[in-house]
């Protein structure tokens, strides 16, 4: 097939926006909304927009049911799965889209795309059609930033250039994945209410020899509500998030020494900023510190804790009724 003919093949491909929801209404008609009004010639209209409905009470069916009457750019669908769980509900959005055999683009139910979003993560496809390809997510804050991190940068994302190779994993908030992926890859269920999906998945994608792409204008806003802006929650992220790296490691080859190692490098570097702190009185260096003890904490445990729901106990929902 020649270069032409590849990318014509590629140009006709469907897309899946696959939105897995847990009880969140209102954001979920404010998203609906935003991505049926995104621009999708560039596919000749074949997208779909499937959501994901991870509440046993089927709380978003209404919702979908309304926004289905109104005029759509994309075919929609309605899809209730169980158990509960973030990985449960991401599987049910591949196994719906390779039965298209379409592409996958995953958008969280707390996000807004901004214009734009979806031609600029379709152009990027046809430029790299084997490759995964993340997006900026960047924070909305509910309420002002605590005066622990008055800069925001706790909350805020690395981003990179427009098209560049990216050798480590993003988060899948905002994230196209190919056909090649959607056929032959699934979430491992051990991450189903622990998090670290995103960073497993990946890991071993980059490390098989397929490329991750960065592209800069597939935007999306992500809402900071109040109870993410608090110093505990913070704290208690830090934990799990180092916990959870710590089972994704050991499963692609790090042994104990490895993480007793970085457990030990996250103290050190703790009571560097802890010390320094003191003799500054800078708030925001001592919380950090606290981050670093906190993260050295969840990596020490990861060696021995096979299990938790980070989920079931961070069901942090926002006020914002858009």
Known sequence: MGDAEELQEVEREACVIAICTYRRPMLLRALIKKVNSQDFSGTDGNVHLLIVDNDSEQSAKVIFDEC??????????????????????RNAALDFAKVLNAAVI????????????????????????????????????????????????????????DASLLLRPTGDGNIFYPRALVQNWRYSLRYNTSGA?????????????????????AVVTEIVPAGRLTFSYALDRAYFSSLAYVWVDHELGANAV??????????????RDYTVSLLRRDIWLRH?????????????????????????????DVSTSP
């Open 106 to 161: 995953f958008i969280d139910d707390d996000e807004s795309p901004a214009e734009g979003w979806f031609a600029s993560f379709w152009e990027m496809h046809l430029l790299f059609p084997q490759d995964v390809i993340a997006g900026p997510v960047v924070p909305d804050f509910e309420e002002p930033i605590p005066s622990w991190c008055k800069d925001g940068s706790y909350w805020k994302r690395q981003s990179f250039e």
């Open 68 to 89: 289905a009457t109104y005029p759509t750019g994309a075919t929609m669908h309605y899809l209730s799965i169980q158990p509960q769980g973030l990985v449960v509900a």
């Open 197 to 217: 999906q995103d960073t497993h998945l990946l890991r071993r994608w980059i490390a098989s020899g397929r490329g991750l792409r960065w592209s800069a204008k």
């Open 258 to 271: 490895w993480t007793l190692l970085r457990a030990v490098r996250r103290l050190s570097v703790g009571l």
């Open 288 to 316: 950090r510190a606290r981050l670093h003890f906190s993260s050295a904490r969840g990596t020490l445990h990861g060696l021995r804790v096979k299990s938790f729901d980070r989920y079931g106990k961070y069901q942090i």
